[in-house]
């Protein structure tokens, strides 16, 4: 790896860390509630634009550096799968044991389905 596609790929992250903060300040000031409504979206669209960037490498129609940059570094700094965790252990913690086996179980079903979905649009593409 070179040193400015190191550079890139920081420099995405950050940007990336500072749209989701964006985002999820904008869901949680809309969505009033202890689920976490935010982390399951944020996660999910960003899944979805990973699969679509993955498809792309894949057919070629993004080089692998530029597919590094927007996946690891963007969509990475984007995504939050600690916060996911952290939110789903608090609503165990709270006793909302249904809602933590649903924030759990379908932040993992839709964020790989979202992937899958992805993947093959940006092989489509």
């Not at 070179?2 to 995405?12: E, K, R, Y």
């Amino acid at each position: 790896m070179t040193l400015p596609l190191f550079l890139l790929i920081a420099v995405a992250g950050g940007i990336g860390a500072g749209v989701r903060f964006v985002i999820d300040g904008i869901i949680r000031a809309r969505l009033r509630t202890a689920f976490p409504w935010a982390t399951l979206l944020i996660n999910v669209s960003g899944s979805l634009a990973l699969g679509v960037v993955t498809g792309s490498v894949l057919s070629h129609l993004l080089s692998p550096e530029l597919g590094t940059v927007l996946g690891a570094g963007f969509l990475g700094g984007y995504t939050t799968f600690s916060t996911a965790s952290y939110e789903t252990v608090q609503l165990v913690r709270e006793g909302r044991y249904a809602s933590s086996l649903v924030s759990g179980v379908v932040m993992l079903v839709l964020s790989v389905a979202a992937a899958a979905l992805g993947m093959w649009a940006g092989g489509a593409l």
